[in-house]
């Protein structure tokens, strides 16, 4: 397998299981701490990918964060925002 397709297939079986975990879980964590969680992770990476694209306007070479950033965010959407209703 590609690197590409098997970085997608990696990101694709993450973002499943994290969508299927909060929904076996939310009457014991808690709506409010997993959404809570889901809005905090989502903010942080949202602040590392401006950082991010920030450094390269100016023309710096800042380290990779951008597809690490991205899957963490995809993360923090499936574990609050996404499956559970507001």
Known sequence: ??????VFVCVCVCVR?????PIE?????????????SIVGMASTLLIMGVYFWEKDRGR????????ATMVYMLSFAIGLGPIPW
């Open 1 to 6: 397998m590609r690197p590409p397709a098997c």
């Open 17 to 21: 299981r994290a969508r299927i975990w």
């Open 25 to 37: 879980r939310v009457e014991r964590a808690g709506r409010l701490t997993l959404l809570c969680t």
């Open 61 to 68: 070479d800042p380290p990779d964060l951008a597809l690490p």
